[in-house]
C-alpha cells in the first residue's frame, strides 16, 4: 500500500512539474490533443488542470484539441474506447496535414521569384 501511495503521489507531483515545462515551452503554433478521463484516479482534479491548460493556451492562439472520456483508467484510453480514440487521433492528425498543407501552398504563392 504504501508503494502504491508513494507512486500516486509521485505522479501527482511530476504531473505538475511537467505542465509547468510544457506551459515554458511550447512549440508557438503547433496544434495540440489531449486525450484524458474525468475519472483519473492518479492525477488529482485532472480534467479542470488540463482544461485550464487548454484555455490559457488556447488564449495563446495556440490551436487546441480535447477528447474527455467519462470513465476511462490513466493512460488506458485506448484500452478501453480503441474506436473513439482512434477516431479523434486520426482527425486530429488530419487536420494537422490539412493546415501543413495549406500553409506550404500559401507559402508557395508568396515566395519571391528568382532572378536568374
Known amino acids: 500500500v504504501a508503494k502504491t501511495f508513494f507512486t500516486v503521489t509521485q505522479a501527482r507531483k511530476n504531473f505538475r512539474v511537467a505542465e509547468d515545462a510544457l506551459a515554458e515551452s511550447q512549440l508557438a503554433h503547433a496544434p495540440q490533443l489531449y486525450v484524458y478521463s474525468k475519472d483519473d484516479t492518479i492525477i488529482e482534479e485532472v480534467h479542470s488542470s488540463i482544461g485550464h491548460f487548454i484555455d490559457q493556451n488556447r488564449r495563446r492562439g495556440i490551436e487546441c484539441f480535447s477528447k474527455v472520456f467519462e470513465k476511462s483508467k490513466h493512460v488506458m484510453h485506448?484500452?478501453?474506447h480503441p474506436e473513439e480514440y482512434m477516431e479523434n487521433l486520426g482527425g486530429f492528425l488530419q487536420r494537422c496535414l490539412e493546415r501543413h498543407d495549406r500553409s506550404r501552398i500559401?507559402?508557395?504563392?508568396?515566395?519571391?521569384i528568382a532572378a536568374h
Open 106 to 112: 500559401a507559402g508557395e504563392q508568396m515566395a519571391p
Open 78 to 80: 485506448l484500452r478501453y
